[in-house]
Structures are given as structure tokens and as C-alpha cells.
């Protein structure tokens, strides 16, 4: 599985496994991402005669349950859902200052939580 989601810029790469078939009615599969993400963060706000622009990376996972039908050959539709844990901790411009968003809180991007997809799929 690879994928790209917009408007998140949260790359993921991962193996989704059948754990369970019942034939010509649907599968059953669990699976697991490697997720990505870059995000960019830009103000108007001028510090020493430059505008604020800072970046942020970070490396997180996902879990879920995938249920898709199997009798509609080669095309597939279904759902998942399932938990993402990734979270941005750090954002920092060019320089090497990092974003605070108010004196003592440094800026965090949490794009952890639970997550459903309703999928389309051809199968190759």
C-alpha cells in the first residue's frame, strides 16, 4: 500500500494482510502504515525584516481494519478504520528558531486520532 492524503501532506507506505475471506461476499484484512509528514507553517509576522516561515517533520504509524468486497472482480469497495499516532513537536525556520505560539509553548501539530476511509480500489 502507498498513498498520499491532501490536504495533510501525510505520506504512508505499508502491508495490509487478508485475516479473513468469506467467498464471493467479502475479505476481512488488518494492516499497518509507516506514515510520514512535512508541514509548513507561515505568518505574516516579520521578525528582523523577514517574513516567518517555519517547517516541520515527523515519522508516525497507523493500525486498521479493512473490510472490502470480493465478488465485484477486479474492482473492490469498502471501508477502514482504524488509529494514526503522529505528531509534529517541533517547528523550526531556516535559521533554526523554533515556533512558539505564545511565550513558553512551542508549536505542536497532533495528527493522532482515530480515522475512517471508504476506499475504491482496483485490484492488479
Avoid: W
Avoid at 476481512?28 to 505574516?44: M, R
Avoid at 523577514?50 to 481494519?65: H, K
Avoid at 525556520?93 to 475512517?116: L, P
Wanted: glycine share 8%.
Amino acid at each position: 500500500v502507498l498513498s498520499y492524503r491532501a490536504p495533510a501532506d501525510v505520506y504512508t507506505v505499508g502491508a495490509v494482510c487478508l485475516a479473513y475471506r468469506i467467498e464471493n461476499v467479502l475479505d476481512l484484512c488488518v494492516g499497518t502504515n509507516l506514515c510520514f509528514v512535512n508541514s509548513v507553517f507561515g505568518t505574516n509576522e516579520t521578525v528582523e525584516r523577514r517574513f516567518s516561515e517555519y517547517d516541520g517533520d515527523d515519522v508516525g504509524y497507523e493500525m486498521y481494519a479493512e473490510a472490502h468486497t470480493n465478488f465485484l472482480n477486479p474492482i473492490e469497495v469498502g471501508f477502514q478504520l482504524g488509529y494514526r499516532g503522529l505528531k509534529i513537536d517541533t517547528f523550526t525556520d531556516r535559521y533554526g528558531d523554533v515556533a512558539y505560539f505564545e511565550a513558553g509553548r512551542k508549536m505542536v501539530v497532533d495528527y493522532s486520532g482515530v480515522f475512517f476511509y471508504l476506499i475504491a480500489s482496483i485490484r492488479i
